[in-house]
């Protein structure tokens, strides 16, 4: 959910600094292909069937890469990671669209030729500032952060099983498949945001024994 949000967050960003402001001329970028971006990476996700954590995971690395490849460009806000200059005549929309492209090809390559044809089409509708520049400052954009959550502890996927001899308050495997805990691993998975993962973390129940 945390990383859910950080993506939201991020995309809200792109979408504050897209509007015109009066006093900066530099450039804009529409909101429009952003959305699109995002609603097209849920949809791939989607096909994939994944579970949420690694759902999360990838919502919040295209997002990263669209938000750095866009401030490359137009400098409205402090890099996340990756930061480029002198990019000024770049086109920010083909920017987001290769950066969102990037990221979805590398992890869903059974899907790379509707990726491809996603961004085609968004290729098409850009209008202003240079498309091949834009092209390359989003390819290096989502290289950036593919390398920076490389083996960030995401994978592989450990199992909690339940004890053989349950106690009470041990947890227990629940119908109807009677399956095992999933993503053990996520409590050490590298952080993308919080420098601890117990910042916002929740005191622990009270004991069964107690009667509070």
Same mark, same amino acid.
């Given at each position: 959910?945390?990383?859910?949000?950080?993506?939201?967050?991020?995309?809200?960003?792109? *979408? +504050?600094?897209?509007?015109?402001?009066?006093?900066?001329?530099?450039?804009?970028?529409?909101?429009?292909?952003?959305?699109?971006?995002?609603?097209?990476?849920?949809?791939?996700?989607? %096909?994939?069937?994944?579970?949420?954590?690694?759902?999360?995971?990838?919502?919040?690395?295209?997002?990263?890469?669209?938000?750095?490849?866009?401030?490359?460009? *137009?400098?409205?806000?402090?890099?996340?990671?990756?930061?480029?200059?002198?990019?000024?005549?770049?086109?920010? @929309?083909?920017?987001?669209?290769?950066?969102?492209?990037?990221?979805?090809?590398?992890?869903?390559?059974?899907?790379?030729?509707?990726?491809?044809?996603? *961004?085609?089409?968004?290729?098409?509708?850009?209008?202003? +500032?240079?498309? @091949?520049?834009?092209?390359?400052?989003?390819?290096?954009?989502? *290289?950036?952060?593919?390398?920076?959550?490389?083996?960030? +502890?995401?994978?592989?996927?450990?199992?909690?099983?339940?004890?053989?001899?349950?106690?009470?308050?041990?947890?227990?495997?629940?119908?109807?498949?009677?399956?095992?805990?999933?993503?053990?691993?996520?409590?050490?998975?590298?952080?993308?945001?919080?420098?601890?993962?117990?910042?916002?973390?929740?005191?622990?129940?009270?004991?069964?024994?107690? %009667? @509070?």
């Amino acid at each position: 959910m945390k990383k859910a949000l950080f993506a939201v967050a991020v995309i809200i960003t792109i *979408l +504050g600094a897209c509007k015109k402001d009066p006093k900066n001329n530099k450039g804009k970028i529409s909101a429009d292909i952003v959305i699109s971006w995002s609603k097209f990476s849920i949809q791939t996700i989607k %096909n994939k069937s994944l579970n949420t954590n690694l759902t999360t995971r990838i919502l919040a690395i295209e997002a990263v890469a669209v938000y750095d490849a866009v401030n490359s460009i *137009l400098q409205f806000g402090s890099p996340y990671h990756y930061n480029s200059v002198n990019n000024q005549s770049a086109s920010p @929309e083909a920017a987001a669209a290769q950066a969102a492209h990037d990221v979805l090809c590398n992890y869903f390559a059974s899907q790379t030729g509707a990726i491809d044809s996603a *961004l085609n089409e968004s290729l098409k509708t850009i209008k202003t +500032g240079n498309i @091949e520049e834009g092209r390359k400052v989003g390819a290096a954009a989502a *290289l950036d952060i593919i390398a920076l959550r490389h083996n960030d +502890g995401c994978e592989p996927n450990q199992e909690y099983l339940s004890p053989s001899n349950l106690q009470a308050g041990q947890y227990r495997a629940t119908p109807p498949y009677f399956a095992p805990g999933i993503n053990l691993q996520w409590r050490s998975v590298k952080l993308f945001l919080l420098s601890s993962a117990t910042m916002f973390r929740l005191q622990p129940p009270h004991s069964i024994s107690t %009667n @509070e």
